[in-house]
């Protein structure tokens, strides 16, 4: 350790230390980054918002979180935007706090502007959002936006027209039902040729269709993650 942080991991016995402190069963980790983050202050705080996402974010081991674009009020699509979600986090949270800026239809001029306003990169939708201040990008749309910008975007990839509608059911199963991995390829194959054809990065957020990795494993630009609550 060295001024509060890790700054060497070394075996056992390698070298003299300052100190020596012995934390028996604790472990010493870093903090950690989360960058999917739904605060959604200002404007829907009764969801969640700065103090208590920060404070309960620190509470688990994240000392760093990004916030997503949507769900506030306004969503952050342009640089405007950005400084009033900033005004709405000001002395509220308890760990360092970053931004993504949003893509939207018709909101491809904004996003140098909010790219240079200190945004991390762009959050974009091939389906619904769930909140109609944020709705999705056709392919074409998110050609032009990949095209307005050299950023980071990271994508819901999921294809609307292979999306059932979901039954009137409290059953987990009834909604995966509705959503097949073809939504998902069809979507990533879109995400897929953006990226070739633009050149730009692009990551894919919470995969579960096994079916779409081959066509990402072979596009070095395009990323993609998962995790347990979204495998199938």
Same mark, same amino acid.
């Given at each position: 350790?060295?001024?509060?942080?890790?700054?060497?991991?070394?075996?056992?016995?390698?070298?003299?230390?300052?100190?020596?402190?012995?934390?028996?069963?604790?472990?010493?980790?870093?903090?950690?980054?989360?960058?999917?983050?739904?605060?959604?202050? +200002?404007?829907?705080?009764?969801?969640?918002?700065?103090?208590?996402?920060?404070?309960?974010?620190?509470?688990?081991?994240?000392?760093?979180?990004?916030?997503?674009?949507?769900?506030?009020?306004?969503?952050?699509?342009?640089?405007?935007?950005?400084?009033?979600?900033? &005004?709405?986090?000001?002395?509220?949270?308890?760990?360092?706090?970053?931004?993504?800026?949003?893509?939207?239809?018709?909101?491809?001029?904004?996003?140098?502007?909010?790219?240079?306003?200190?945004?991390?990169?762009?959050?974009?939708?091939?389906?619904?959002?769930?909140? +109609?201040?944020?709705? +999705?990008?056709?392919? &074409?749309?998110?050609?032009?936006?990949?095209?307005?910008?050299?950023?980071?975007?990271?994508?819901?990839?999921?294809?609307?027209?292979?999306?059932?509608?979901?039954?009137?059911?409290?059953?987990?199963?009834?909604?995966?039902?509705?959503? +097949?991995?073809?939504?998902?390829?069809?979507?990533?194959?879109?995400?897929?040729?953006?990226?070739?054809?633009?050149?730009?990065?692009?990551?894919?957020?919470?995969?579960?269709?096994?079916?779409?990795?081959?066509?990402?494993?072979?596009?070095?630009?395009?990323?993609?993650?998962?995790?347990?609550?979204?495998?199938?």
């Amino acid at each position: 350790m060295s001024g509060g942080r890790i700054a060497a991991i070394e075996p056992y016995h390698a070298g003299d230390a300052a100190e020596i402190v012995d934390l028996g069963d604790t472990a010493l980790l870093p903090g950690l980054v989360d960058t999917h983050v739904h605060v959604n202050e +200002p404007g829907r705080t009764e969801w969640e918002g700065f103090a208590t996402a920060t404070r309960a974010a620190a509470a688990g081991g994240v000392t760093t979180i990004v916030d997503m674009p949507l769900n506030s009020l306004p969503p952050t699509v342009d640089a405007g935007a950005l400084e009033v979600k900033r &005004a709405a986090a000001a002395g509220q949270c308890h760990v360092d706090t970053g931004f993504w800026g949003g893509a939207i239809p018709g909101n491809a001029g904004e996003l140098a502007a909010l790219y240079e306003a200190g945004v991390f990169g762009f959050k974009a939708f091939l389906v619904d959002s769930g909140v +109609p201040e944020f709705p +999705p990008l056709s392919p &074409a749309q998110l050609g032009a936006a990949l095209s307005a910008v050299d950023a980071l975007f990271v994508v819901h990839a999921e294809d609307p027209a292979a999306i059932a509608p979901a039954a009137a059911s409290p059953h987990y199963a009834d909604f995966v039902a509705s959503r +097949p991995p073809s939504a998902e390829t069809g979507a990533v194959g879109t995400v897929v040729a953006a990226a070739r054809e633009t050149g730009r990065r692009l990551h894919v957020l919470h995969l579960s269709a096994a079916a779409a990795l081959p066509a990402i494993a072979g596009t070095p630009n395009v990323t993609v993650e998962t995790c347990p609550t979204t495998s199938r």
